[in-house]
């Protein structure tokens, strides 16, 4: 009853008027369906018959309920009332028949013979019309006839308003029952032959019930299988012999198309030796499992999970195989999505383990970088330039820039560091990769295809650029005779449903498709291919680390990569990057001279080599030094030299009192205090909040006596 009534029961889209102020609009309730002073709208009917057909199954599920619906309408007086007169008879009273069960259409008798008749059914405008509002009235008619006696009840739909038709018609034939005189005949002559009519009617109404029972046995085992709400189908030996309605739908075929064929020429080639055997050897009274998985296919090719709970039955005097299967493909689904989830989260954790350690790794050696540029800057300073060896100066400078960048990546992929972060043209970065890529491996067959007007996306250019080398790299090394490497760009719309394995969030965004012809990869692979230090290649060709700084950059960027490949085919890996609305902007850096002053710099640093460093080149560059060790030092000092002070240069991380804190300690001394912030970490995350609350500047280290000055000038001179 639940299910019947599933939608239907408080529910505004259903109104009746109540019986005792019929102005008044009330939502349907289940004693409302009960109680013939209510009528409920065309749409709640419909609704009512398409849950009713889920619940009882079967194609002639609504025609029977109309049946039934004769017997509940009529009472006992007026079904022994129309015993007396004939199907006939009763068929001249459409009218006051179809008042009974609504108040949509006119009922014309069109034909009337001894043993049928033609009814048109004129529905009234703006009333919709379905299958099932035809279905019922079938039932009705036939449940009409059968009423009053009549047998061999037929009823077909000759024109229906559903197929175009201006109304419907139904054609009903029967065969006439036992007159009612001959009823009473009967009585009478049992009356007056009591014993001997007694005994025959005893015999006959004995082998009536036995053959009524056995009707019904056989009705109710078809009722249970044809309305089953799981697949059913018996073999013997292997060939179906019977399939019900739902396992034919399962698998979008006919029942008949199924029966007479092998079981097995449904299953998946995967599955199939393991379902022939199994169904085999129970066949053959071999114990085996009665309950096991496996794939079948449908009449399109599609694969489908099936779970099976099988048994021995008695057929038709035979030994036969029955089983029953339930759709386990949502589920199976549901499992794939969730191993997907789980793996993307395990990641997810060792990216964030990982990052942990390289972060403080990374700063440590912007520390020694900034201690080996600052000596080099303070050796170009004091050297002529006509000097031999100030060519070697100049590389060591170069290793010096090239190891920062090396330490930006790392940031970059392991504790969502970003550097220089701007709106920039994917396309153009795709086609400068490209043309590098393009010119250094002319084994390779670059195929191009670009998005007008892509989306521009918020990215650090440099960490981008890495990232499609990585993958470059990747697909030339699983292409060793060449191949093809493709690369797309296009714009996307992704919303919620998109993918259940992926933190993301719905919106716009750019996509690049990066895809080769190379080995693939497996499953197994495909699933540790963002691991740090994870490698397919041989000792010293690769260092596992490629992969997983694609993973962290793409992810640090709030984006996902997304990977599809198949073994011995090639792969294809999908970058989604947030597409932006800022516009992109491009810069043309000018360089400028190293600028001196004479002011009075107090430098803050916990590292020996950067105090040492830095107090040398402010020297060169003209200004007063004054050194401190930690926060507490540097505060004692600024309220010492309160007025002396013109600027600040701070460390961020530091033990005890870190940078942020010792930064408002400062400016409680001196609220006019110039700050320079300096830090192996980039300018987001705390520094970026230190800035907010009113930070002058900030200056990345490494970074040499030029960068130096030019920061110190923009923040002195602009008081």
């Not at 059968?146 to 037929?154: E, L, R, Y």
């Amino acid at each position: 009853m639940r299910q019947t009534l599933d939608g239907l029961v408080d529910n505004d889209s259903y109104l009746v008027a109540d019986k005792e102020n019929p102005s008044n609009l009330i939502r349907v309730h289940e004693h409302h369906l009960n109680d013939s002073a209510y009528w409920v709208s065309n749409e709640c009917s419909l609704a009512l018959f398409a849950n009713a057909k889920k619940v009882v199954g079967g194609s002639n599920a609504l025609v029977k309920a109309g049946e039934k619906a004769v017997i509940e309408q009529f009472s006992k007086t007026i079904l022994f009332l129309s015993r007396i007169f004939s199907t006939k008879f009763v068929c001249k009273q459409p009218a006051k028949i179809n008042a009974r069960f609504n108040r949509t259409k006119q009922v014309k008798l069109c034909e009337l013979t001894n043993n049928s008749a033609v009814f048109e059914l004129h529905y009234y405008p703006n009333f919709r019309v379905t299958k099932d509002i035809c279905n019922w009235n079938m039932g009705i008619y036939i449940g009409i006839a059968k009423m009053t006696g009549a047998a061999d009840v037929k009823c077909e739909e000759i024109e229906c308003v559903v197929a175009g038709g201006e109304y419907c018609s139904f054609r009903m034939t029967w065969k006439k029952g036992p007159s009612f005189l001959k009823q009473m005949l009967r009585w009478f002559l049992k009356i007056t032959s009591k014993d001997l009519i007694a005994d025959y009617e005893e015999t006959v109404k004995e082998r009536d019930q036995l053959i009524d029972n056995l009707k019904q046995s056989e009705e109710r085992y078809r009722a249970l299988t044809d309305q089953s709400l799981t697949g059913i189908f018996i073999h013997l030996d292997g060939e179906i012999v019977y399939v019900n309605d739902c396992l034919a739908q399962m698998l979008s075929y006919a029942p008949g198309e199924m029966t007479g064929k092998k079981l097995w020429n449904f299953v998946h080639h995967k599955d199939r030796n393991m379902v022939k055997e199994r169904e085999l050897a129970r066949a053959n009274g071999i114990d085996t499992t009665t309950n096991y998985e496996f794939r079948a296919i449908q009449k399109s090719g599609e694969p489908v999970w099936f779970g099976l709970f099988a048994a021995t039955i008695n057929f038709n005097g035979q030994s036969a195989c029955m089983g029953n299967v339930i759709d386990l493909t949502s589920k199976k689904q549901a499992e794939e999505e969730r191993k997907k989830l789980e793996a993307h989260i395990k990641q997810s954790q060792k990216m964030e383990a990982i990052g942990t350690l390289a972060g403080g790794i990374a700063h440590d050696f912007n520390n020694l970088l900034m201690g080996i540029q600052g000596r080099v800057s303070l050796m170009t300073a004091d050297t002529d330039s006509t000097q031999s060896f100030l060519e070697h100066i100049k590389g060591i400078e170069e290793y010096v820039k090239s190891a920062s960048d090396l330490t930006k990546q790392l940031l970059g992929f392991a504790r969502g560091e970003k550097y220089e972060v701007k709106a920039a043209d994917l396309n153009e970065i795709v086609k400068k990769q490209n043309r590098m890529f393009g010119r250094t491996k002319k084994e390779i067959t670059m195929r191009e295809k670009y998005e007008n007007n892509l989306w521009s996306a918020d990215v650090d250019q440099g960490q981008i650029e890495q990232v499609l080398l990585n993958l470059y790299i990747n697909a030339w090394q699983s292409m060793p005779g060449g191949g093809i490497l493709s690369v797309q760009t296009e714009n996307v719309m992704l919303d919620e449903n998109h993918s259940k394995a992926f933190e993301f969030k719905p919106g716009n965004y750019a996509k690049i498709s990066v895809a080769d012809t190379g080995v693939g990869m497996d499953a197994a692979t495909r699933q540790r291919i963002f691991d740090p230090f994870f490698t397919t290649k041989e000792i010293n060709r690769g260092t596992g680390l490629g992969l997983a700084s694609v993973y962290g950059i793409i992810k640090n960027h709030g984006g996902f990569i997304d990977v599809k490949s198949v073994k011995g085919i090639g792969a294809v890996f999908d970058i989604y990057l947030p597409a932006s609305e800022r516009e992109v902007i491009k810069k043309k850096e000018k360089e400028q001279d190293i600028i001196k002053g004479s002011e009075t710099v107090l430098l803050v640093d916990d590292e020996d080599i950067i105090i040492d460093v830095g107090k040398e080149l402010l020297a060169t560059l003209g200004y007063r030094a004054l050194i401190a060790n930690n926060g507490m030092d540097a505060i004692k000092i600024c309220e010492e030299k309160k007025d002396h002070i013109d600027m600040v240069i701070l460390d961020m991380i530091m033990p005890g009192m870190d940078g942020g804190e010792t930064y408002d300690k400062l400016k409680k001394v001196n609220p006019d205090l110039k700050i320079l912030l300096s830090s192996g970490y980039s300018i987001h995350g705390q520094a970026a909040e230190i800035l907010e609350r009113g930070c002058d500047g900030f200056i990345q280290k490494p970074f040499d006596m030029r960068n130096m000055s030019q920061k110190i000038r923009e923040i002195l001179d602009n008081r």
